[in-house]
């Protein structure tokens, strides 16, 4: 694989829209869903997931804790779900969000980017917390691979905003200041749409976070946030402005509670009004 993921990312975009379906195969979801809470039920919930969305979405985001839950055999259970995905044109953001120092993010960057690890994804989500810098041997295995990485910039949760809305001693907040590390990555081997992104959710006043929008038209954002937490698509535009092209609107819970026989047509319905709102 050799073409950068955000090269991989716009074209899927112009073939198949902006939305990210989220595979969070939460108890409850299991149990509407008719199946068990168990790392097969987690499998089925995910391979339906996979099917619904290949051709009407441009990518899925498994949340590894699902699969996690159920220790070898949910790991098991989500490879059989990227493998599905792999045999379609979904790219895949594997939802880990890692974040360690340097030699260990090393590691994590083998486990989820590695050509021959059965865990690979097309991007992974990280923390940054214990520096950008920590996370540069992360970012480089994704680069190596045609793959990419996204950065908790302004998560969507409320509890986050005042870490992240905190002054660094260089003038800027936490938040702004991992986006101006991304923007700088980006700026040193990318044209078009990076292969680095950030994690922006859908509820938060990007404003207060020191965050300006008009520098990341060419950046990548997966911002979640729809649905469920509150976000509606038709704030997509106020909120990312000129950034709107960037945006992979993600939503987990309030598609997938259209349960099996529902999920394929909610998936359209979403995919269709997220462009709308963007058109
Ligand atoms: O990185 C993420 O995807 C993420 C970041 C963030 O700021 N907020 C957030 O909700 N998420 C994830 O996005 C999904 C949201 O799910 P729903 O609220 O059900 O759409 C979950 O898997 C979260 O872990």
Known sequence: MTEAFGARLQAAFDAHGQLCVGIDPHPYLLGEWGLPATAGGARDLGLRVVEAAAGSASVV???VAFYERY???GFAALEDVLEAARETDLLVVGDAKRGDIGSTMDAYGDAWFADDSPLRVDAATAAAYQGVGADAGFIARARATGRGVFLLAATSNPEARPTQTAILATGSTVAAGIVDDVLADNASSDQGLGSTG???????????YGIDVAS?????????GFGAQGARYSDIRDLFGPASGSVLVSVSRS???????????????ASGEVAECLA
Do not use: M, N, W, Y
């Not at 990341?216 to 979640?224: E, G, H, K, M």
């Not at 598609?255 to 319905?269: D, K, N, Q, T, W």
């Open 198 to 208: 950030v994690v922006l959710g859908a509820t938060v006043a990007l404003s207060d």
């Open 255 to 269: 598609i997938l509670e259209a349960g099996p026989s529902g999920v394929a047509e909610a998936v359209r319905r």
């Open 71 to 73: 220790g070898s055999a």
């Open 61 to 63: 985001k498994p949340q």
């Open 216 to 224: 990341l038209v060419s950046t990548p954002i997966l911002a979640p």
